[in-house]
């Protein structure tokens, strides 16, 4: 036995377990259990790649200062309160370490995000869960759970694994009802996907209030989730709170370079979302035909429940043996259901031929 003992809380995590991406003795047709972007990365952020391996000698730009630039233009933003990070998960991380600690506590929404529960274990907090309404997050429930030991809210907003989204106004009265030492991060990684009048990403917000930031990611519309990047928009002195927290050169200089070419080449953003519009309705549209119950979903992917925990795995079972790969979602208390991502009309076609062979054989 070692002497070595982990801080309070480390051992009480349960370690994340992503989505799996291959099946053991078969061919692989779909990998649909990570949400990843349909058409896959921009060929122009794959050849600003591909120039870069020239320059892997090199240390990449520390704070990854003309991606700042470039996200600021693209959405219009001061690139000076851009942060960007290893992936939205690392700045999100980042904020629990700046604002958390032990006897403290992070709210988030039951069906929430499950790296929320491991960051506030990490730093010795306390996660809690506030009960979700039909499966999404319920301001009257969050703000029920803030007590005088909560310091951040952590919102995902669209939800995954469940689809489900928080409106513009929900958002509003959360943040205007919570303390002012409470931060509340938006993590808006499926915002690109949304075109609900009645939602907003949490820009505007950031612009009003001094304790909201949002975080976005390149993994999903964009197509880069191998390379790891993600940015945060916040105020001035939180920007500054997390540059001083993060790694010196935390996005290596191939990410900033695919970043950057991803968000100027608005036709396959524009494609991708395209694809999102026409194959989300159609595959919860022809499920729901087959008897299985679908959860209403903005963002790339949708949770389709099965009934029971039995015919869920086994209906995640027949598509593996299909070659499609799916993700179980037992972790986030949901065993009844599997979360399929939405992929080419060719995928999205195999999982609905699938689905209707085991509905039909069981």
Not at 45 to 63: C, I, N, S, T, V
Not at 97 to 106: F, Q, S, W
Request: contains cysteine; charged residues 20%.
């Amino acid at each position: 036995m070692t002497a070595l003992v982990p801080r309070p809380g480390i051992m009480k995590i349960a370690p994340y377990v992503p989505g799996k991406d291959a099946i053991d003795g078969r061919e692989t047709v779909a990998k649909l259990s990570a949400n990843e972007g349909a058409l896959g990365p921009s060929p122009k952020a794959m050849a600003a790649y591909a120039k870069a391996a020239a320059e892997l000698h090199r240390y990449p730009d520390g704070g990854s200062t003309k991606l700042c630039e470039a996200i600021g233009r693209h959405y219009g933003l001061d690139a000076s309160r851009v942060i960007c990070g290893s992936g939205s998960d690392e700045l999100i991380n980042l904020l629990v370490r700046a604002y958390c600690g032990p006897g403290d506590e992070l709210l988030y929404s039951q069906y929430g995000f499950l790296m929320y529960p491991i960051n506030a274990l990490g730093v010795g907090a306390t996660p809690v869960a506030a009960a979700a309404k039909n499966y999404g997050a319920d301001v009257d429930s969050l703000l029920a759970a803030v007590t005088n030991r909560t310091r951040v809210v952590c919102l995902a907003n669209p939800n995954n694994p469940t689809g489900t989204y928080v409106t513009k106004d929900d958002v509003r009265r959360l943040q205007g009802a919570l303390p002012k030492d409470v931060l509340l991060v938006i993590d808006a990684a499926y915002a690109e996907y949304v075109s609900r009048n009645d939602y907003e990403s949490g820009i505007e917000l950031v612009d009003q209030a001094e304790n909201v930031v949002m975080t976005r990611t390149f993994s999903k519309i964009y197509g880069l989730g191998g390379l790891r990047l993600g940015w945060m928009y916040g105020p001035a002195g939180i920007v500054d709170v997390i540059g001083r927290l993060r790694q010196p050169f935390n996005v290596n200089l191939a990410a900033q370079a695919a970043g950057i070419a991803a968000l100027e080449d608005i036709a396959h953003t524009d494609a991708g979302r395209t694809n999102n519009d026409i194959w989300l309705p159609w595959l919860g549209a022809e499920l729901a035909k087959l008897g299985l119950a679908p959860l209403p979903s903005v963002g790339n992917f949708v949770l389709v429940g099965f009934g029971s925990p039995e015919r869920a795995a086994a209906a995640n079972a027949w598509m593996a043996n299909d070659g499609l790969i799916p993700r179980m979602v037992a972790a986030y208390g949901l065993p009844e259901h599997v979360r399929i991502t939405i992929g080419t009309e060719t995928e999205v076609k195999a999982v609905q031929a699938s689905l209707a062979r085991f509905v039909a054989a069981t």
